[in-house]
């Protein structure tokens, strides 16, 4: 059985913010992004980005091969 990246998304990165309800989870074509409370932006990378890489592998494992997903930090852009 093979589960739907944004909602497995979404449970993993609520579940290492301080802040689950700011989580934010969109998709654009392939790439699922990951839009965080402020300032939690370091722990959802993690250190040495060892936190997404493990929410990018359990999504990939999780979701059907042949939909190539990845996920991704959606950062809001400094001006």
Known sequence: MKSDPM????????????????VRVTRRGPTV???????????????QGRVIQAI??????ATDPAERVNVDLDAPRKA
């Open 7 to 22: 909602d497995l998304t979404l449970f993993l990165a609520q579940s290492v913010v301080d802040q689950p309800s700011l």
């Open 33 to 47: 992004l990951v839009r965080v409370g402020g300032g939690e932006e370091g722990r959802f990378i993690g250190r």
């Open 56 to 61: 990018r592998t359990l999504v990939r494992a």
